[in-house]
């Protein structure tokens, strides 16, 4: 998939949760999305992306993709 399209994925995501007052929640929710619903293939390529900057990605997502998907946690 074009990393752009996901790049703006993750963000709408994150624009999702922009209100939420909890951050530790709005980074879980973030996380907890890309991890459930986004094909292997797609979170490979957002890793990738991450760890070598993350360009274009918001904070919050940044913040999720190493919780969730680089750091994953361990329960």
């Known amino acids: 998939m074009d990393l752009e399209h996901l790049v703006r994925m993750a963000n709408q995501i994150e624009a999702n949760y922009r209100a939420e007052p909890d951050r530790i929640l709005a980074i879980d929710s973030i996380g907890s999305h890309i991890k459930r619903f986004w094909d292997p293939r797609m979170r490979k390529q957002i890793v990738a ?14 913040q999720a993709i190493h919780k969730y998907l680089i750091a994953p946690p361990t329960n």
Do not use: A, I, N, Y
């Open 49 to 62: 992306l991450c760890e070598s900057g993350g360009e274009g990605l918001g904070d919050t997502v940044k």
